[in-house]
């Protein structure tokens, strides 16, 4: 369960938020309302992907990553340029554990810049911040 304070530093960055499941379930339901939930989605499977160590999972990983949401119109095809999906695709067949870091980079700024500062301002986070400020014990101070 997250504090009244960890949800108020959510608003800091990005990353708190990515960082703590609370307020990742809080971010993911935010971008399913703005029809850009495949942005997590992806950053999600490309951290996920970064820890691999098996040779033939990285190969079964990356083509699973790619399917979902590189190629073209794939089901959760995300936004990225169209040098950085080529870069991709041809690199596809022999996958590295880097060979997602631009298209995720990309994806990370695009949230950070973009859909972030929508999710502070939206019902989904102020909800959550009222949720843990009822939480939050009050304290009595008679000489305030």
């Known amino acids: 369960r997250s504090s009244a304070g960890e949800t108020m530093a959510w608003s800091e960055s990005v990353d708190t938020v990515l960082a703590n499941k609370e307020g ?11 029809f850009s939930e495949e942005n997590v989605e992806f950053w999600l499977a490309c951290e996920d992907f970064k ?5 033939t ?3 079964s990983k990356a ?22 999906k080529t870069d991709i695709s041809r690199n ?18 695009l949230m950070a810049k973009d859909s972030f500062p929508r999710f502070l ?15 939050t014990p ?3 101070c008679p000489f305030l």
């Open 92 to 109: 596809i067949s022999e996958p590295t554990l880097s060979c997602f870091d631009a298209a995720q980079s990309s994806v990370y700024c």
């Open 24 to 34: 990742l379930e809080a971010f993911r339901t935010f971008l399913k309302s703005e």
């Open 57 to 59: 999972k990285i190969v």
């Open 138 to 140: 009050k304290r009595w």
């Open 63 to 84: 083509r699973k990553i790619y399917s979902d949401f590189i190629q073209a119109d794939a089901p959760k095809e995300i936004n990225i340029d169209f040098h950085t």
């Open 121 to 135: 301002r939206s019902e989904v986070y102020k909800e959550l911040v009222r949720k843990h400020q009822d939480r």
């Open 51 to 55: 820890k691999t160590k098996s040779s």
